[in-house]
């Protein structure tokens, strides 16, 4: 799990980096890094389903996935509940940094099959490159929300540890195919944070996270028809 825990430590320096350099930071500036991080977040979105979707053997899946996805993530509240619990700890905005960094960090190609080639096969090129693109990220995050953005290290962690110990049990389940469509459903979360972010749509996108599910089950269906 090295390229794991290189991911956590850039995002953490990153953290306590953009945190210092916000004392020095006027509000206009904190605002222009504030778009640049929703347009970059819609880009890297975009990209990703872009990407991913020619790829796809079953084109309306991630539809399914967002729709069902969507209704099950809101009838749970995943967005008022995470908003609930980060009030506890801060009364700024950083429920709303933490939730784009999260998705910013978790839910993309790198971040998903990064801990896969690394049980797998021992690779941890996908990692090492998303540490970096994270380390940037992490800074632009805590310039704007402080450095409780810091905490989204901790789910990274257990989200890339997760899919790293179910890829070594599961390796000839998790196929290309799946990754794919886990992939474009990601990539439409991803941009719909970017969206969020720009106030040009508030997509509850923490009540979306449950489409990335869809397409586990759809497979796993599958394989037993």
């Known amino acids: 799990m090295l390229g794991t825990i290189v991911n956590t ?3 953490l320096a990153g953290s306590v980096v953009g945190s210092v350099v916000k004392k020095g930071i006027k ?3 904190q605002h222009a890094l504030f778009t640049a ?3 970059a977040a819609t880009g890297l979105g975009i990209n990703a389903v872009v990407q991913n979707m020619p790829k796809s053997t079953f084109p309306v899946l991630f539809i399914l996935s967002l ?3 969507s209704l099950l993530g809101t009838m749970l509240d995943l967005e008022g509940r995470f908003q609930k619990l980060t009030a506890k ?3 700024s905005k950083l429920g709303q940094g933490l939730s784009t960094g999260i998705l910013l960090y978790c839910i993309g190609t790198l971040s998903i099959l990064g801990p896969i080639q690394s049980a797998l096969y021992g690779d941890n090129t996908y990692l090492f490159t998303n540490a970096t693109l994270d380390f940037v990220t992490s800074m632009v995050l805590a310039s704007t929300y402080g450095i409780g953005m810091a905490l989204a290290a901790i789910v990274l962690f257990l989200w890339q540890g997760a899919i790293f110990l ?3 049990f599961m390796g ?3 196929t290309a195919e799946l990754m794919t469509e886990i992939s474009i459903v990601g990539g439409f979360l991803i941009a719909s944070s970017g969206l969020s972010i720009l106030k040009i749509k508030d997509c509850k996108t923490l009540n979306m996270l449950p489409s990335l599910l869809v397409p586990v089950v759809w497979f796993v269906v ?3 028809g």
């Open 9 to 11: 430590g850039t995002i």
């Open 67 to 69: 729709a069902i996805g």
């Open 37 to 39: 991080m929703g347009l």
């Open 172 to 174: 000839e389940f998790m």
């Open 166 to 168: 179910l890829a070594g």
């Open 222 to 224: 599958k394989s037993f």
């Open 89 to 91: 700890f801060s009364s």
């Open 27 to 29: 509000e206009e500036y």
